[in-house]
């Protein structure tokens, strides 16, 4: 079967379906007892991102598991810096850790757009995906590649690590434009090249996250955030036009309608501060949208899971949907919490 055969890409075209698809952000993932085996013997989580065959595996099983309606690729975001030529490592328990650039002199150290050549073990990853989603769902699961957003993968960049407020790159923004402007043409340009060479591989949409969105103050969203993101998307949509692109903004509230002017979104991903009701008259008339239960709402489970359920799917289910969370599965979710929210959608 082709594309059009799965419930997720025709949520994408903006039909509105029978059921509203499920997938869940990082549902690949530390909650699930097959991931963590694997992890154990992995190597570096680098090296898990880089092992086509394992990355692979991991990617395909919740879908094995839950039988979501798409896989998403199993790599990171900051597989664009690594392959650019900054040193990106995870410390245990603590996250991704970079060797900061801050200026010119860090950003000229880095490799160009075209050369991204390390990134080809993900693209392989892609397509072995893509193969056994055909072989095992008939064409039904469709595959999702992704990206960072360039602020948020500028703010590592620049920070070296996670930062609760986005501080250090907050401040460039302020003293250094000029050094910023450029690390982010590098980042859409490169990203660009990365989203059009998954979807070559295999992927039939792409997700753009911008993580970090939220933090910007108004004055700065639209150069730092909207413009970027929309770049990336034109840029991609041009060369490869059947592909779907969602964009996840989290925490940027009402500027997700300046998102949804962009004719070549194809949906937008809700997190779970966005009020439903509002977003199904604000977004929805525009765009698919796509998300947006809280993650500690799974985690709780019971009447918890089930009222957030039934609120999303009450507010969302006259246009075009797609049930996902407002953001990343938390690792000690249980997973027959996972089971019965993958019940509940399906039942409705």
Known sequence: MGQDASLFMQALSGARTQRAPLWLMRQAGRYLPEYRAIRAHAGSF???????????????????????DAAILFSDILVIPHALGQNVWFAEGEGPRLDPVTGHSGLSALGHSENLGRLDPVLETVARVRTQLAEETGGQTALIGFCGAPWTVASYMIAGKGTPDQAPIRLIAYQDPDFLQALIELLVEASTRYLVAQIDAGAQA????????GALPPALFQRWCH???????????????????????????QNLTA???????????????VDVNWAARA????????GNLDPLALMAGGEALADGVRRILDALSNGPHIFNL????????????????ARLVRSA
């Open 326 to 341: 407002g953001h990343g599965i938390q690792p000690a979710t249980p997973v027959a919490h996972v089971e019965e929210l």
């Open 259 to 273: 998102f949804g002017k962009v004719d070549e979104i194809d949906a937008l991903g809700l997190d779970w501060g």
């Open 206 to 213: 792409v997700q753009i996250f911008e993580s970090f969105g």
């Open 46 to 68: 680098l090296d898990l991102c880089y092992n086509p065959a394992l990355a692979a595996e991991v990617t395909m099983q919740p879908i094995r598991r839950f039988g979501f």
């Open 227 to 253: 413009d970027p993101v929309t770049r990336i998307v034109r840029n991609v949509k041009s060369q490869r036009p059947h592909a779907r692109v969602i964009v996840f903004a989290r925490g940027v509230g």
């Open 283 to 290: 977004i929805q008339p525009m765009k698919a949208v796509q």
